[in-house]
């Protein structure tokens, strides 16, 4: 499959909860990370915290400004 060698995806949109926020990912993530660590647990309110790492240029973002 073309999509997996080149690490295009088909787009999949998502954002924040509140809805301000509304993105893209057009590639995959280079990396996952689920952290279980008392400060990840904290920050998010959570038992854990997950992250992805996408390269800029696989994300466009659809509405809003981020704060950082």
Known sequence: H????T???APRDGGCN???IRYRLRQEPLTCTICH???CQK???SAFSMSLVVPAEG???L???PAR
């Open 2 to 5: 073309a999509a997996a060698m």
């Open 7 to 9: 690490g295009d995806i």
């Open 18 to 20: 509140c809805g301000r």
């Open 37 to 39: 660590g008392h400060l």
């Open 43 to 45: 920050r998010r309110g």
């Open 59 to 61: 994300v466009a973002l």
């Open 63 to 65: 509405a809003g400004t």
